[in-house]
């Protein structure tokens, strides 16, 4: 194939910021329809980046335009599921942002409409497998330098949220990239959850109960402890270092000059998630252009959204019950053996 034609569903804050990699840092790819609730939105969209498209009448129409090749779902979680099914049921490549589906029956669907279908078509949207960071991690780990991983700490930060962000998003919408990411750094399962409340911050409204302590058990019995604290005030921050019985590997500090002036020395801390992994979101967006291209996609797979959905869920049991929960998976199809 030589330009992949991509249609976009939802063009929201990340369906924009994917549109403008694709049309001005990306190759091989362009633009060619989309869709959002909001005409308007999208009419903006097509002048701001002076894109040759057009918008669809309605997201079934835009995947069953036989001028897609790809589709992206950037639209909100509860929309992706019946998108993703459609996409599959066309034929068509699905890049879908996480999560995959917000319940674990529909990830199942997906997963069983792929493997019925019997090609790979769906990429999930966690990008940190991408960064480079992450990446230097897994090396150290998987080439033995600090012997077996026996824990995990972890931390996801944000400055603060809306008021529409409730206690089971810090699970659904933040925690489940470190669901997917610790589950491929460790190349290791989730066999058991739980999920503590320290004492909470007096800036979160009602529905949020701010932070949350997760920890999580593996099967080669690793412990992780992943601290979501979403209104921490002062910046954006993701954490991770891993405990080995030889020494510690852990994520680099967000690279920023180190001012000496006044009598301090300081350094800036991200206010906002964009910047921190811009160049895992384009590594991943070129990615699965790429396999398009060559009919081979190579990113988290429809599997990965199951496995990340089905650990979500038994946090959200372990938030409400306070005790230890299991994780049930069903048996992993040999599709997704590879
Ligand atoms: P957003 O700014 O709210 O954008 C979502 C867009 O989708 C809005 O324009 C919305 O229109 C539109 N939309 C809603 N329902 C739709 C439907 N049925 N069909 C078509 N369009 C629809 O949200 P966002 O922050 O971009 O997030 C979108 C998705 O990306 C979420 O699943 C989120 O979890 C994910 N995300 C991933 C990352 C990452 O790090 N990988 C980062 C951010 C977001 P209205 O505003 O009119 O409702």
């Known amino acids: 194939m030589s330009t992949v034609r991509i249609g976009v569903i939802g063009i929201g804050m990340i369906g924009e910021e994917h549109i403008r990699r694709c049309s001005q840092v990306l190759s091989g790819a362009e633009i060619v329809a989309l869709f959002d609730l909001n005409t308007d939105r999208a009419n903006d969209v097509i002048a701001k980046y002076s894109l040759d498209a057009h918008v669809a009448e309605s997201a079934e129409s835009l995947i069953h335009d036989p001028a897609v090749d790809a589709v992206f779902v950037t639209s909100w979680g509860g929309t992706h599921a019946a998108y993703v099914l459609e996409a599959i049921a066309a034929g068509k490549y699905v890049f879908c942002e996480k999560p995959l589906a917000t319940t674990v029956s529909d990830c ?112 080669r019995g690793v412990i992780a402890d992943i601290e979501v604290f979403v209104n921490c005030q002062y910046g954006y921050e993701i954490r991770c270092a891993v405990v080995g019985e030889k020494g510690e590997v852990a994520l680099p500090e967000f690279p920023a000059p180190v001012v000496r002036h006044g009598g301090a020395i300081s350094q800036t801390v991200l206010m906002d998630w964009k910047k921190r992994f811009i160049a895992a979101y384009d590594t991943e967006i070129q990615d699965f252009i790429n396999g398009v291209s060559d009919g081979k996609l190579r990113g988290p797979d429809a599997w990965a959204g199951y496995l990340a959905a089905a650990t979500a869920d038994a ?20 599709f997704y053996k590879h």
């Open 108 to 219: 199942e669907r997906i997963v069983a409409a792929e493997v019925d279908g019997g090609r790979r078509l769906v990429q999930v949207g966690f990008m940190r497998p991408y960064d480079s960071g992450y990446r230097d991690l897994k090396a150290r780990i998987d080439d033995g330098t600090i012997g077996e991983v026996l824990m995990v700490h972890a931390a996801h930060r944000n400055p603060s949220v809306g008021d529409t962000y409730t206690t089971d998003m810090a699970i659904t919408d933040t925690l489940i990239h470190e669901l997917d990411v610790l589950r491929w750094l460790l190349n290791d399962e989730f066999v058991s959850v739980q999920v503590l409340f320290p004492r909470g911050t007096s800036v979160a409204h009602a529905k949020l109960k701010d932070p949350q302590l997760v920890i999580l058990h593996t099967k």
């Open 315 to 334: 946090c959200l049991r372990a938030q409400i019950s306070g005790e230890i929960e299991p994780v049930s998976i069903i048996s992993r199809p040999d």
